[in-house]
């Protein structure tokens, strides 16, 4: 099983450019990321700065998010908003380009909350026309575009809160390289039984997220069965970067002794 950090949940206790080289030092060789600037389109010395950063600390980033919005104030994502729109599609190319100077190969696209006064299906069309330009960004640099389902427990407002919600819209967009970001905390929220997911569709995973649940902790700090989890991922044939995206208890370089137990 390969896993990677994500250096906005993990690490956070540092500074943003010391973050993958702490990584590193706990013993992993990749990294994962939301979009981790205020503004869509950073000075390249912003962008630079985190290249290096990455690079230097002998680490990979194996997942980017494109710009979500004001995640700390609610927002989770501007695909289907047309007050958000514009600024996703700035996004798109930088995003994209900094992921293929990386050697990133995933990238998610967050869908984005209802809007009031608009209809799911104007908001739809909206998400499934910036999902196809983000898709054709992607392929260019040879990577894939996911859909994430959130939980409605923590994302009131964010309307993709299933696998088959968030199947609907891969379906929907005619590209070839858009999948499934597996996140297995908010499916389980959401009281949807993983391990027969894995097992009907790990096909359609283009990336795994994991955290326990409740509390959004470790693996093992939680009623999720992750030994049985880790070995159906295993035996299923995903053979993608399993995304660390928990809330550590204490210092996040003492949260990893769960891969020993």
């Keep these: ?19 993958p080289a702490a990584a590193a030092k706990a013993g992993f060789d990749a990294v994962e990321l939301w979009w981790p600037f205020a503004a869509p389109c950073p000075a390249d010395r912003e962008l630079d700065a985190l290249r290096r950063a990455i690079e230097e600390a002998g680490v990979r980033l194996v997942g980017l998010n494109f710009d979500a919005g004001d995640m700390a104030a609610g927002e989770r994502g501007l695909l289907s908003r047309p007050d958000g729109s514009a600024r996703f599609q700035a996004n798109v190319e930088v995003a994209a380009g900094l992921a293929g100077a990386l050697g990133c190969r995933v990238l ?12 799911p299906e104007a908001q739809r069309e909206l998400a499934l026309s910036n999902l196809s330009l983000a898709a054709k960004a992607a392929a260019g640099v040879g990577a894939t575009v996911v859909v994430e389902a959130l939980n409605s427990h923590e994302s009131p407002d964010y309307p993709i809160t299933s696998s088959d919600a968030a199947f609907e819209v891969i379906d929907q967009v005619d590209a070839g390289n858009v999948a499934f970001l597996a996140d297995l905390y908010h499916l389980h929220r959401m009281g949807e039984d993983v391990l027969t997911l894995i097992d009907t569709s790990v096909h359609r995973f283009g990336h795994v997220q ?10 093992g700090s939680g009623a999720m069965p992750y030994d049985q989890i880790f070995e159906r991922l295993e035996t299923s044939g995903y053979r993608g970067h399993v995304g660390l995206e928990y809330r550590p208890a204490g210092p996040s370089a003492e949260s990893f002794g769960w891969r020993n137990a």
Excluded: H, Q, W
């Excluded at 994991?210 to 693996?219: F, L, S």
């Design 210 to 219: 994991i955290a326990d649940a409740p509390g959004r902790g470790r693996p």
């Design 1 to 19: 099983m390969k896993f990677d950090v994500n250096l906005s949940i993990l690490f956070t206790e540092l500074p943003l450019l010391e973050r």
């Design 108 to 119: 998610n696209a967050l869908y984005g909350n209802a809007v009031a006064g608009l209809s």
